[in-house]
């Protein structure tokens, strides 16, 4: 019979393996022939029943008894026949054997085991890297891909065929165990080359450099594996050649996939690709959102790499804002981006806050944050020893301990009071409360301050609502640093060492089935927010017109009334109730099948783990306590997973809260103190402009070329149509915008040199729309000076003609006025303006047409209060009526910006120009008052002179008109 070279292999190994006989004595001896053992990943059972494995059997069997029976000659031939089978054995093992094999193959294993964790994280450290430089993507068509995408997908084939390789012959040879290397690394790769090849499919515009280098890796190392494979096959595995001849082929496959990458790479005309190809990154975000592994998706392209344009995700994709706001924000966000060269020198921008969150000479501030690091680092350690530790005592119960463990039962006590609330976590409650707080004071404060500081053209530019948005959110900032570096970063931690502490327990399989799943159930959170986006979308949406709705109808509630349309109203406010509920059901569903999916998976996968984990004991010689260690553990290693799937999104949303911040906080006002600008000195009060030019846009200029001078203590009036600049000039008076050309001074002093509260404290304003404050009129007349007594109050009030109105109403000077004044008349909201600036006392007066809402009655006793107002002040008069200025010393006739006549009352009337059309147009209006209820409303003049002018004034009119005739 024919003896293989498995057939000496297995006599070998059984040599080597089988009992040595004890000799007899006086008849036997023990042959101590030496025999090369066999390395254990070399040895292959024989299969059972074949006629080759039974000779082999019976060959090592009398080979090895090692026993001679001396003086006889069959003795003799069988001790050399013997000895000559030991000499063939051991060459031919050593030829099968050659020095270093070993090493070789601890070196494959070693590769199996790094080669799927390399080539990910290099594509997630290339793709991360190009964001933040923000590397600029190129188009690449699908024609290009072909190419790829194939060989990409091939070598994803040939790990899942490997794999079944494995499984297949496992099951059916039950003495076969699949090496354990080999499996990992064909899962780990599948794991890895999904997403990989997936990108490749979805993706329109690339950084191509990631897929390159992680090509370049999957290369070297499946060509290097190959050749250890083949140097350590097992010689009596027929089916060795399998798994070689696939590694072989994938490492050609690998070959060609480089060699079409490089050409990919080295391509330097791209494709001509869309306009996103020219967006940066948060660009693209604005409209579009970034896949797991940096690639755009077939929805959109994308800009700079990793962010596309998906049709799920449109301007109008935020939850918390309208969309037109959000858009500016991520546009001017895309635009820093581009300006600090990627998302480092972004994040760092932000850096120049940490003083406001985290000042360092607070000893308060740094013993708070030294309780949270503490907290942190036990938090991490007391996460694996508190089950650790039950296990430890479950151990000791299952080995027959006849005594209560109590010194581990107190250390587990121990372990689980300090990781409790009442232990060291409501400390870290109380530090983490406090630094928020803190926070939240100093970086609001520094917004509200800065923004109380801005120039009137930004209030006027900006929506209010986002402009209170980015105070009231200031405090996102310190949510956002605190999220990074006390939740996501301890998240990241705790998987890192569940990985390993999992491992540890069990084996590779377990880790790899624990990473499995919660890299299924991130991937599953991100997939349905992303796809439940859309309703939440819409739902918001409906929210919005729901309060609007609201917000409308009841500050429109007298318009409502008027037109009977509460009945309207109800309805139509019921109809955005049932919209909003049949949007919020349409979300609600999507968002819990999601969880529910999420909650199957984790059953499931808990599940399996336990499974695997009662084999191990039953069949690998675990402990039990292991199994509870693992158990007890599972929490700890999946509640960072329930917030993995949104951090995300909450990171994305404070990024934008914290821009909002930023940018109110980099917007400087336009108008501001001027360096070593002093106090405004004013003695006489004498007002001079000097060849004024000034514009809101520079397209299209307002005041051109104003030139005039007010004497202290005189009067000015400005008179003209409605838009001819008269407002604009006391605004620049009051310094709420520069000038353009020329310059305005006070007592010789230019208003750019001095210090813009002194200017705001020597001149009082009365406007033509007030607006008061929710209070008490007691304290939204004492705003105008915080120390006045409540005689100077009504001594001012008195004055303005106020007084008795106020008297007259239940809670007098306490009452409250409402919302901006809402519960005055506007005759009473002017008067209670009046009485501010009297209180006041300043030496520069403005009324901004402060008598357009007085009615006749009371308009003698104002004129009066202005008078004692206006004596020894310089005054400044926008008028309504031209008979509140017949008296005023100078009276300018502005139009479209240009001062076109200047004069006394009688000067103007005498001259007929524009000022005496305007006259003449109010005396023609009294007289069609008498008859008609008709206003006119061709001037900035609503109501109509009911005195005539005094008798010069009107003599001359009369001569005037003389000559017109």
Known sequence: MFVSLQDVIAIMILTARRPRHRPLAGRHEVNESPVNIVPPYKIKAPIANSKRVKFSRFLASYASAGVTRRGTLRERILEQQQEKNRRICNKIISMANPRGSAAQYSAMVLLDYVQAPSVGLYFLAATGFGMCVLQKSKHISLKRRRLAIATAFALLAGYVVELLYYLSRSFADLQYTAPQHAAIRCLGSILVWIPLSSSIVTGNTFIWHPYFGSFVIQFVFEAIVCLLRGFSLPLDDRYSNIPLSISAARAFVSFVLLIDSFLILISRKGEKGTDEEEQSLLGAQANGSATANGSPTANGNAGYGSIEQTSSDSDNDDDEAPAAHDKEIKEQQAKRLEEQGGWLGYLNSFMVFLPYLWPKDDWRIMLALSLRLIHLIQGRALNLLEPRQLGIITNKITQGAHEMPWGDIGLWTLYRWINSYSGLGIIDNFAETYIGNQAFERITILAYKHLMSLSMDFHTSKDSGE????????????????????????????????????????????????????????????????????????????????????????????????????????????????????????????????????????????????????????????????????????????????????????????????????????????????????????????????????????????????????????????????????????????????????????????????????????????????????????????????????????????????????????????????????????????????????????????????????????????????????????????????????????????????????????????????????????????????????????????????????????????GAVERRK
């Open 467 to 958: 402009v209170l948005k980015a105070v009231e959110q200031a405090s996102s900032l310190n949510s956002l640093i605190e999220l990074v570096l006390f939740e996501v970063f301890p998240i990241l931690v705790d998987l890192v060492i569940a990985m390993y502490y999992v491992t540890h327990l069990f084996d590779a399989y377990m880790a790899f089935l624990v990473l499995f799943m919660g890299l299924a159930y991130i991937w599953l959170g991100l997939y349905f927010t992303t796809w439940s986006q859309a309703r939440r979308r819409v739902y918001v949406a409906k929210q919005r017109t729901e309060n609007t709705t609201v917000n409308e109808t009841v500050h429109n509630w007298q318009t409502v009334a008027y037109f009977n349309r509460a009945p309207y109203e109800t309805e139509r406010y019921r109809e955005n109730i049932r919209s909003t509920i049949m949007a919020h059901y349409a979300y609600y569903f999507r968002s819990v099948g999601g969880h529910a999916a999420q909650d199957l998976l984790m059953t499931f996968g808990f599940t399996a783990c336990c499974i695997f984990a009662i084999h191990q004991i039953i069949y690998g010689g675990k402990p039990v306590g292991n199994l509870i260690t693992f158990i007890m553990y599972w929490g700890t290693m999946m509640s960072p997973l329930y917030m993995m799937s949104y951090s995300y999104r909450h990171i994305s949303s404070s990024l934008i809260d914290a821009e909002r911040l930023l940018q109110l906080l980099n917007t400087k006002p336009t108008v501001a103190d001027h360096e070593n600008a002093q106090d405004l000195t004013v003695k006489a009060g004498k007002v001079e402009f000097k060849d004024v030019d000034f514009a809101y846009d520079a397209r299209k200029q307002i005041i051109k070329n104003v030139n005039f001078t007010v004497e202290g203590g005189k009067t000015v009036a400005f008179v003209g149509e409605t838009g001819g600049g008269k407002s604009t000039m006391l605004k620049l008076l009051f310094r709420f915008y520069d000038v353009t050309n020329g310059s305005i001074t006070i007592d010789g002093q230019d208003l750019r040199s001095v210090t813009l509260s002194s200017i705001r404290d020597s001149i009082g304003l009365v406007p033509q729309d007030p607006a008061l404050f929710n209070q008490t009129i007691r304290q939204n007349v004492r705003y105008a000076k915080l120390g006045a007594t409540d005689a100077e109050i009504e001594d001012a009030c008195r004055a303005a003609a106020i007084h008795d109105d106020i008297v007259s109403f239940p809670e007098g000077y306490n009452s409250k006025v409402g919302e901006r004044g809402v519960r005055l008349s506007g005759g009473q909201l002017q008067r209670i303006a009046i009485a501010r600036v009297l209180l006041k006392n300043p030496k520069i007066v403005m009324l901004d047409e402060a008598t357009s809402a007085i009615d006749s009655a009371i308009e003698a006793q104002i004129q009066e209060a202005f008078r004692k107002l206006s004596k020894g002040r310089t005054t400044f008069v926008i008028a309504h009526r031209l008979s509140t200025i017949v008296e005023a010393d100078c009276i300018l006739v502005v139009e479209k910006g240009e001062i076109i006549e200047r004069g006394t009352h009688a000067e103007l009337i005498a001259r007929g120009g524009k000022y005496w059309e305007l006259w003449r147009k109010q005396t023609a209006g009294n007289a069609s008052a008498a008859a008609s209820t008709k206003e006119d409303v061709l001037i900035d003049v609503t109501a109509p002179e009911e005195e005539g002018a005094k008798a010069s004034g009107r003599s001359n009119a009369e």
